[in-house]
């Protein structure tokens, strides 16, 4: 089993930047792609961000499309979601998740762990 712990949430104003830590234990990356999903209240849970095993592949929703990055460093266990240009849309709880295949998939249902959750809120 593999456990994920989201950090880096918090209150921020329109326009300000904030970076999510993904912190990957009892297992590693070694094979797993990674994504980043957020909810927000009362709507659906929506793909943000997608990278795969090596990084070299990325997958970024239109609505976050040059503002967030994600990134990888498999030898710390740990991804990250840079987003820059934040907007009040972007409030949300932030979940980090991984499959245990390294190919990039943007539904929800094909990922298998996910994190506790951290909530991201932007101020107009």
């Known amino acids: 089993q593999v456990q994920l712990v989201e950090s880096g949430g918090g209150l921020v104003q329109a326009g300000g930047s904030l970076r999510l830590s993904c912190a990957a234990s009892?297992?590693?990356?070694?094979?797993?792609?990674m994504g980043w999903f957020r909810q927000a209240p009362g709507k659906e849970r929506e793909f943000v961000a997608g990278i795969s095993w090596s990084g070299g592949r990325t997958y970024y929703a239109d609505s976050v499309k040059g503002r967030f990055t994600i990134s990888r460093d498999n030898a710390k266990n740990t991804g990250y979601l840079q987003m820059n240009s934040l907007k009040p849309e972007d409030t949300a709880v932030y979940y980090c998740a991984a499959r245990n295949l390294p190919t990039v998939l943007t539904m929800a249902t094909l990922y298998d762990y996910w994190g506790q959750g951290t909530q991201v809120t932007v101020s107009s």
């Open positions: 009892g297992r590693t990356f070694s094979s797993y792609a």
